[in-house]
């Protein structure tokens, strides 16, 4: 009858520790999966939208980080006070153990494997921290989180495979079997060992000496009564090991991971980013020209900060914007200026080519402009803290709202569950004329039949404040939008061919390539007359129009912010003016404890660059 095998089991402490980070690592890769569907170049991943969460997932995502890092810091502690330290000890034995037999090759590839994650784990949770804090949250950093976030599955599948071939499933099932955690092998001591070997000597030579003195005879030779004993002191049981601090190593150790984390939780409460919004008498208030030479900018220390994940900015996708601001009593002043490699201002323009007239563009018909967009920059004002404002007005996956049309982009919606969320956003050639545009995220609104068809984008909860621009698109949608080379019609023509085309300045269809300082893309109704067949026929191939036309002024509450702006050396500086108050439900207003969230967008219709933590007005 064969013995029955014991079960093999595992400490209690490793199992807890195992699981939190097994359901940790999977809210965080998928909430993480999630965000990245925003990025460029990620809409792959839209395949598995049925998988992916879609509701808090901001939230999720830095919560599970969050626990990553405390056990990770009570796994160190846990590995220290319990002496298991041996099982991930990774040295010169372990490595030689790789041409060794199967099961001790098999483990040093197993330390090793646990060793890669390790160094995943950290460049995670530190690419994490500076993304997070604004600390280094360029594009390499993004770039590390992303692969090492890949890195986890990887370590994951072959984790199982080498602990299988360890030990069958027996070896697998450890995990779901605790045990007590044994007491750790007793210290060396050095007296301890001094004395054992002084004893050992000692009994040695009183043996060699008996031996020597009495000869053996031949019958006694084998005789073990003529052997002297040899009297040991009985060597001592080991010391029972505390019991309450033996119980309690796991507690310890999940105490020091608690209390790391609360730390870091602690210091993103106390380390809020604040812009300073100082009082100024109404004499020195800035004149909005889009100059940042006015006294008042220059002896203020701005806000900065990186923002990342957009379009273009050269392929990075990121950057770097400050902040200034000022308010008089009544009316607040903001100078924003953020790198952009170019002066974009081609918003859509035509060209004539033999069978008429073609819109360039890259991504229009599905609302995700990529190409031939103006450059824009965006302020979001709200009440609320949460990080990246996205748990409540941003809602991820091709089809947020049950019901509504899905997006064209596979992007997510901006809208909210019933308050508005102030929204800014300042174009550089609609809004060439003194306005940014008055915006505001609300409630999902009715999508209308041209949204339900698909062939305007259904835009959720996004949309402008009552009132109207002063700028509109010259030309007619074509009827079928998914023709990237549709025939479209301007609706209007320039009077003076020749003036329009200088004002355009020297011109270049490389969407990279900037305009030049005093170009104008756009053309007023003064300047142009409706569309006539006979006015086209004067026109030559080749000739290219601007996409915009400006006529009269913006009205209502979509006229509230006035500003102007300026690009030179490879950055914008906006200046921007809005009264505190405007007494507009769809406005909030400019106050202490008010969160601002800014994003940059480089020739790019929605891909805008974020950052992640809030910034809280601090009004004087």
């Known amino acids: ?71 990770a810091i009570a796994y160190a502690v846990y590995l220290a006070r319990s002496g298991l330290n041996r099982r991930v000890q990774l040295d010169h034995v372990r490595l030689r153990g790789l041409a060794g037999p199967k099961q001790v090759r098999l483990g040093a590839i197993s330390v090793i494997l646990t060793w890669i994650f390790f160094a995943a784990m950290g460049a995670l949770i530190g690419s994490g921290g500076l993304l997070y804090f604004g600390l280094l ?44 955690l044994p007491p750790p092998p007793r210290r060396l001591d050095a007296v301890e060992l001094l004395t054992l070997l002084a004893e050992k000597n000692a009994s040695q030579s009183a043996a060699s000496a008996a031996t020597s003195t009495v000869p053996l005879q031949p019958e006694q030779a084998f005789s073990p009564d003529q052997y002297p004993r040899q009297t040991r002191k009985p060597r001592e049981a080991p010391r ?40 100024i008498a109404q004499t020195a208030a800035p004149i909005v020209d889009g100059d940042t030479s006015d006294p008042v900018w220059r002896n203020i220390q701005p806000i900065s900060l990186m923002t990342n994940q957009g379009g273009n900015f050269d392929g990075r996708g990121e950057s770097q914007v400050e902040i200034r601001a000022v308010h008089d009593g009544t009316w607040a002043y903001f100078l924003f200026t953020w790198q952009d490699p170019s002066r974009s201002l081609k918003q859509l323009p035509l060209i004539k080519q033999i069978d008429g007239w073609h819109l360039l563009h890259d991504g229009y018909e599905r609302g995700d402009e990529q190409s031939f967009n103006e450059d824009k920059f965006a302020v979001l004002l709200t009440t609320s803290d949460v990080d990246l404002a996205g748990d409540r007005t941003f809602h991820a996956s091709p089809q947020p709202i049950p019901g509504a049309p899905a997006t064209m982009t596979g992007r997510g919606l901006h809208f909210t569950s019933g308050a508005y969320v102030d929204v800014w956003q300042w174009k550089a050639t609609s809004g060439a004329t003194g306005w940014m545009d008055d915006d505001h995220f609300g409630p999902p609104e009715a999508a209308s039949p041209m949204q339900v068809s698909n062939v305007v984008p259904y835009r959720g909860g996004f949309a402008p404040d009552p009132g109207t621009a002063n700028y509109a698109d010259n030309f007619e949608r074509p009827a079928d939008s998914a023709d990237n080379n549709a025939i479209v019609r301007p609706r209007r023509l320039p009077r003076d061919l020749a003036a329009t085309v200088a004002r355009m300045g020297q011109l270049s269809l490389d969407p990279d390539v900037g305009e030049g300082d005093g170009a104008r893309w756009f053309m007023t109704e003064a300047e142009t007359v409706p569309y006539t067949a006979e006015v086209d026929r004067l026109i030559p191939v080749g000739t290219v129009l601007p996409g915009v036309i400006i006529s009269g002024e913006f009205t209502g509450d979509r006229a509230d912010v006035r500003c102007a702006a300026r690009w030179a050396s490879g950055r914008w500086a906006l200046e921007v003016a809005r009264r505190l108050d405007t007494q507009s439900k769809y406005d909030v207003p400019l106050r202490s404890g008010v969160f601002m969230r800014v994003a940059a967008f480089d020739h790019s219709q929605i891909r805008h660059t974020r950052h992640v933590r809030p910034i809280r007005l601090e009004v004087e």
């Open 137 to 180: 949250a360029g594009y390499s950093t993004l770039s590390l989180h992303w692969y090492a976030a890949w890195l986890v599955p990887g370590f994951a599948l072959l984790h199982i495979v080498i602990h299988f071939r360890i030990g069958g499933m027996a070896q697998l099932l450890r995990i779901f079997r605790p045990e007590r």
């Open 1 to 71: 009858m064969k013995p029955q095998v014991k079960p093999r089991r595992t400490d209690y402490g490793t199992i807890i520790l195992h699981w939190l980070v097994v359901g940790a690592i999977g809210v965080a890769f998928v909430t993480g999966l999630r965000i990245a569907t925003e990025a460029p170049d990620r809409a792959w991943l839209n395949a598995i939208d049925w998988f992916l969460p879609r509701d808090a997932v901001w939230m999720s995502h830095i919560q599970a980080a969050l626990v990553l890092l405390a056990v």
């Open 240 to 279: 029972p090991r505390n019991a309450t601090l033996q119980a309690n190593v796991f507690a310890v150790a999940a105490a020091v991971g608690i209390t790391g984390a609360s730390a870091i939780v602690a210091a993103d409460w106390l380390a809020v980013d604040c812009l300073q919004v100082h009082r």
